[in-house]
T-cell receptor
Framework: KQEVTQIPAALSVPEGENLVLNCSFT??????LQWFRQDPGKGLTSLLL?????REQTSGRLNASLDKSSGRSTLYIAASQPGDSATYLC??????????FGAGTRLFVKA | ETGVTQTPRHLVMGMTNKKSLKCEQHLGHNAMYWYKQSAKKPLELMFVYSLEERVENNSVPSRFSPECPNSSHLFLHLHTLQPEDSALYLCASSHFSGSDEKLFFGSGTQLSVL
């Protein structure tokens, strides 16, 4: 059974710091991995999607990497800003309408 | 505009009420989903519809009843809910192709059952 774990559960950093969020999954048989952002009480916004054949994806200050064989992904946020404060979730797509989510990392960026 | 619209944004209901959540997608997708998000827990998949046919029902209690009248609309009918059903209910859609899937979410309905 696929399980997705995100560490740390919460993180507080000063503005301007570079940071890394971690995601691990137990079964390497995935089609893709997606990183989402969620603001309190709101829906999920897709940030980056990495196909299983890819190693990384970049969008602006965000860079996501994928090591499928070891079951790990990282989301790198450069020069963090208070507006980056949110919960970040990773999710793996295993086929047949099944996307498994982690519990998320709650990020707070202090001004 | 996310392309997936959910109403209402907030809902408070008693345990004997009947209410419905509505979701509409404007993305031309062929699959729609209901997810439940409880505090500090991962999203739980409830139902999946592909081309208006239910293809997934993850042991959800019968007090939750989904309906998909066409590929753009999805409803979740609620009746005799319990306080533990209080959660954020999220609708999502995708262009399902088997080996690739990217989910697009609505803003959710925050449900409180008293």
């Amino acid at each position: 059974k696929q399980e997705v774990t995100q560490i740390p559960a919460a993180l507080s950093v000063p503005e301007g710091e570079n940071l890394v969020l971690n995601c691990s999954f137990t079964d390497s048989a995935i089609y893709n991995l997606q990183w989402f952002r969620q603001d309190p009480g709101k829906g999920l916004t897709s940030l980056l999607l990495i196909q299983s054949s890819q190693r990384e994806q970049t969008s602006g200050r965000l860079n996501a990497s994928l090591d499928k064989s070891s079951g790990r992904s990282t989301l790198y946020i450069a020069a963090s800003q208070p507006g980056d404060s949110a919960t970040y979730l990773c999710a793996v797509y295993t086929g047949g309408f099944k996307t498994i989510f982690g519990a998320g990392t709650r990020l707070f960026v202090k001004a | 505009e996310t392309g997936v619209t959910q109403t209402p944004r907030h809902l408070v209901m008693g345990m004997t009420n009947k209410k419905s959540l509505k979701c509409e997608q404007h993305l031309g997708h062929n699959a729609m989903y209901w997810y439940k998000q409880s505090a500090k827990k991962p999203l739980e998949l409830m139902f999946v519809y592909s081309l208006e046919e239910r293809v997934e029902n993850n042991s959800v209690p019968s007090r939750f009843s989904p309906e998909c009248p066409n590929s753009s609309h999805l409803f979740l009918h609620l009746h005799t809910l319990q306080p533990e059903d209080s959660a954020l209910y999220l609708c999502a859609s995708s262009h399902f192709s088997g080996s690739d899937e990217k989910l697009f979410f609505g803003s959710g309905t925050q449900l409180s059952v008293l």
